[in-house]
């Protein structure tokens, strides 16, 4: 049996908004709007977090990404503009700042 290396952290994206039915029917919206996208990012310890919400039009193959903001008590808030028809996908990555996570120890 293999263990984790003690300098891995699991990091965890949960009940993410807008979500209808676990997923099962879209959030509507109309050209032009802007989608707000909230979700509670956390990790083990006291590393620095980002977050961003990684969105793409239909067809298209390469994601955009738009910065999410901690708002407080683990909870982020980001946005993108619905730019034309269709069924647009929205996905929401996070990842340890190192650098951050370095500076705030040294200082």
Same mark, same amino acid.
């Given at each position: 049996?293999?263990s984790l290396?003690?300098?891995?952290t ?6 993410? %908004?807008?979500?209808i039915d676990?997923g ?11 989608v707000?996208v %909230?979700?509670?990012v956390?990790?083990?310890?006291h590393?620095?977090?980002?977050a ?10 390469r994601?955009?990404e ?8 683990d ?7 619905v730019?034309?028809?269709?069924? %647009?996908?929205?996905?929401?990555i996070?990842w340890?700042?190192r650098?951050?996570? %370095?500076?705030w120890?040294?200082f």
């Amino acid at each position: 049996m293999t263990s984790l290396p003690k300098t891995r952290t699991r990091i965890q994206v949960q009940r993410v %908004w807008p979500l209808i039915d676990c997923g099962r029917y879209p959030a509507k919206r109309t050209v032009g709007d802007r989608v707000d996208v %909230w979700a509670d990012v956390f990790c083990d310890g006291h590393d620095v977090l980002r977050a961003a919400v990684r969105y793409r039009p239909p067809g298209a193959r390469r994601w955009s990404e738009a910065p999410m903001e901690p708002i407080g008590n683990d909870r982020w808030h980001g946005r993108f503009e619905v730019g034309s028809l269709g069924r %647009w996908q929205y996905s929401i990555i996070a990842w340890i700042d190192r650098w951050a996570s %370095w500076r705030w120890d040294c200082f």
